[in-house]
């Protein structure tokens, strides 16, 4: 998105600093109150109209696309000197004019506007016959550089306002296609290896009816039933931890879940508020090993311990015996890859003993500004 288009953006947002700075326009009238009864009626009139005409360019200004504010600050200028031959008050509109220029143009532009700004306010102090016109160039002049000043700060505060709202979508678009490659990979994870042992022990069973070895293929078939009952109860359960990713819950259901396998499991969890992004992956990787222990390891002893520093997440899972029957291909390469893209690490031992050791960082730096 262009400077111009989200500046433009950030103007229409914020009518404050369309309406706000118009009270102090009030000082126009000044002289003509002051003098009221010296002056004649044409002149009032004629002081007035020129002060609605410089109101509607104001806010015609402050409400237009950049590129096309040109006319009407032309126009204000025009108003301005013009009006300065019926009152000294256009010091004050000078101001407000100089403030158009330091907002609204850019780097180039704004110093050619505040110079023809400079040129209308010399013009009209001398040409208009105003009484004392080295107070009325003055105060033009000391008005017109401090709103011009004011004017293009507030160009700049505006702009990077808008570049960070603007970078605060693009990383919360960057987080959701995050999230759907996230459920994408966890999905091939739970679903490939099981749709493809379905696939082979069913075309087996096939093989084996067709050559009449009725009992092997009725096992064949037997262990299709059951690969596809244990796929149904882990798609059940990833949809489960897609709904509620808060790690306490995921713990309290994972502890419930190896008691129902008998296990006897020591927790140890010191978590405070984490990240959704550091969450969901360890929520994950502490469902991913629970449920190799469950599946494959003898021993029904686990321990369990997730502790949060101020920098990382230590996650700790180990099985004192046995577990030959761990592989890296049951779900563990998966960790180690969630661990890694968040910057983290995941060290796995298996054989003798399973031990997990993961360590997510809480901030990682392709999420930070």
Request: with cysteine; charged share 20%.
């Given at each position: 998105m262009s400077l111009?288009?989200?500046?433009?953006?950030?103007?229409?947002?914020?009518?404050?600093?369309n309406w706000g700075p118009l009270l102090f326009t009030g000082f126009y009238l000044l002289p003509t109150i002051f003098n009221f009864s010296q002056l004649s009626t044409l002149n009032i009139t004629v002081t007035l109209l020129f002060y609605i005409a410089f109101i509607v360019l104001y806010i015609f200004a402050v409400n237009k696309k950049l590129g096309n504010v040109t006319?009407?600050?032309?126009?204000?200028?025009?108003?301005?000197?013009?009006?300065?031959?019926?009152?000294?008050?256009?010091?004050?509109?000078?101001?407000f004019t100089a403030y158009i220029a330091g907002f609204s143009f850019t780097k180039f532009a704004k110093w050619i506007a505040i110079g023809c700004v400079f040129l209308c306010v010399l013009l009209s102090a001398y040409l208009a016959d105003v009484n004392n016109p080295e107070y009325f160039l003055a105060g033009s002049l000391i008005l017109s550089i401090a709103l011009f000043s004011f004017g293009a700060a507030a160009r700049k505060e505006h702009i990077h306002k808008m570049r960070e709202h603007e970078s605060a979508q693009q990383l919360e678009q960057l987080a959701a296609i995050a999230e759907r490659e996230r459920i994408a990979r966890d999905l091939h994870d739970i679903l490939g290896h099981s749709l493809s042992s379905i696939a082979l022990k069913s075309e087996l069973a096939s093989k084996l009816n067709h050559?009449?070895?009725?009992?092997?293929?009725?096992?064949?078939?037997?262990?299709?039933?059951?690969?596809?009952?244990?796929?149904?109860?882990?798609?059940r359960n990833a949809v489960s931890d897609l709904k509620q990713l808060n790690i306490h819950s995921q713990l309290n259901a994972l502890h419930q879940r190896l008691l129902e396998h008998g296990f006897d499991v020591i927790f140890k969890v010191d978590?405070?508020?984490?990240?959704?992004?550091?969450?969901?992956v360890a929520n994950l990787i502490i469902k991913e090993a629970v449920t190799n222990l469950m599946r494959h390891c003898v021993s029904k002893q686990c321990e369990i311990d997730v502790e949060q520093t101020s920098e990382q997440l230590n996650i700790l899972i180990t099985n004192p015996d046995a577990c030959d029957k761990i592989a890296m291909g049951n779900g563990l390469n998966g960790i180690k890859e969630r661990a890694e893209q968040l910057g983290g690490s995941a060290h796995i031992q298996i054989g003798q003993s399973f031990k997990l050791?993961?360590?997510?960082?809480?901030?990682?730096n392709h999420l930070k500004m």
């Open positions: 111009n288009k989200l500046l433009d953006k950030y103007i229409k947002t914020k009518s404050f600093w006319p009407l600050f032309s126009g204000m200028v025009l108003v301005c000197v013009s009006a300065s031959f019926f009152t000294p008050g256009t010091s004050t509109l000078f101001g050559a009449e070895r009725y009992a092997q293929a009725n096992t064949e078939i037997d262990q299709v039933a059951e690969l596809a009952r244990q796929l149904l109860s882990d798609v978590v405070d508020k984490l990240p959704a992004s550091v969450e969901g050791n993961v360590s997510l960082p809480l901030y990682p």
